[in-house]
């Protein structure tokens, strides 16, 4: 069965500061990865995915995140955090054939300081 | 395009009763998946409707059951609600062609409490 880890339930950086929020997937084959961010009383929005093709995958508002097959990671990164990057980020897996569901991580709260 | 739509935004019931939540798939959407987020978890599949069958069931009890329509609009039916039942239900519709889900958008929500 896959799993999704990601390290540390709370981030807090400077504005203008590097962010980087961990995920570490457990799978017995190739998954599809994905990173959502959810806004306060808000659903999920799909910051970006990795469905096999490019291992470094860029996505909305700046964030980008690299599939490392070797360390099972898929960390998201931001070169430049913004006031409006606070919010609750959720990596989740899929496998790429059997049950369509996805798997979500415990989730990441950023906040920003000013 | 209309993005994923949920009814209604919040509700509260007592133990014992029934809930029905509803959703609208984002057009041109045939598959439609539900979650639960418990407060300060990530959500957890519950299960999802393709063409109005039941197309994977997470680890839920059968209390929890649900419908697609002919629209590919869908409903979460939970019977006998529990307090543990109290938390965000996320719907997800996405598109499905060739046999290969495409990914899942989210609408936003309908927040259940349990009293």
């Avoid at chain 1, 490392?68 to 998201?76: C, R």
């Avoid at chain 1, 409006?84 to 569901?101: N, P, W």
């Avoid at chain 2, 994923?4 to 959703?23: A, D, E, F, N, Y």
């Avoid at chain 2, 839920?60 to 609009?73: A, D």
């Amino acid at each position: 069965a896959q799993s999704v880890t990601q390290l540390g339930s709370h981030v807090s950086v400077s504005e203008g500061a590097l962010v980087l929020l961990r995920c570490n997937y457990s799978s017995s084959v190739p998954p599809y990865l994905f990173w959502y961010v959810q806004y306060p009383n808000q659903g999920l929005q799909l910051l970006l995915k990795y469905t096999s093709a490019a291992t470094l995958v860029k996505g909305i508002n700046g964030f980008e995140a690299e599939f490392k097959k070797s360390e099972t990671s898929f960390h998201l990164t931001k070169p430049s955090a913004h006031m409006s990057d606070a919010a609750e980020y959720f990596c989740a897996v899929r496998l790429i054939q059997g049950a369509q569901k996805l798997v979500f991580g415990q989730g990441t709260r950023l906040t920003i300081n000013p | 395009e209309t993005g994923v739509t949920q009814s209604p935004t919040h509700l509260i019931k007592t133990r014992g009763q029934q809930v029905t939540l509803r959703c609208s798939s984002q057009s041109g959407h045939n598959t439609v998946s539900w979650y639960q987020q418990a407060l300060g978890q990530g959500p957890q599949f519950i299960f999802q409707y393709y063409r109005e069958e039941e197309n994977g069931r997470g680890n839920f009890p059968p209390r929890f059951s649900g419908l697609q329509f002919p629209n590919y609009s869908s409903e979460l039916n939970v019977n006998a609600l529990e307090l543990d039942d109290s938390a965000l239900y996320l719907c997800a519709s996405s598109p499905l062609a060739g046999g290969v889900t495409d990914t899942q958008y989210f609408g936003p929500g309908t927040r259940l409490t349990v009293l």
